[in-house]
């Protein structure tokens, strides 16, 4: 999947809206960041997903595993998990934003669309 893949994903899903965030193009539902793109030197071609924390130490927890993370992530707190698109399985990729709209959604939408789903 590319960005524009993931930005279709994303925003056929209720009260999400196509921005940004520091510069980078990203995705919010109610205001608040699902995904956004991440090209920077410790993190090139990559998208950021929100997740649990538990979520995000299981995930970069294998070396070997596609999903990553970096100190500056860290350092603030930020329950993201970095990925390179490319290397991941789109239908695995499709579930991990679903689960990171589901995560960042106002709980009245989310129940609303899972009710309709």
């Given amino acids: 999947m590319d960005w524009d893949a993931i930005v279709a994903h994303l925003t056929q899903l209720p009260d999400t809206e196509l921005t940004t965030t520091w510069g980078n193009p990203a995705v919010k539902t ?39 993370t970096i100190e500056h992530f860290r350092k ?7 990925v390179r698109p ?3 399985a ?11 709209w589901r995560l960042m959604a106002k709980v009245r939408v989310r129940k609303a669309w899972e009710a309709e789903s």
């Fill in 30 to 68: 109610g205001g608040k960041l699902v995904a956004w793109w991440r090209d920077a030197p410790d993190s090139p071609g990559s998208v950021a997903v929100k997740v649990a924390p538990e979520e995000l130490e299981a995930l970069v927890a294998d070396d070997t595993s596609p999903f990553f």
């Fill in 86 to 88: 490319e290397e991941v």
């Fill in 76 to 82: 603030f707190g930020t329950n993201a998990v970095l």
């Fill in 90 to 100: 789109p239908e695995e990729l499709r579930e991990l934003l679903t689960e990171a």
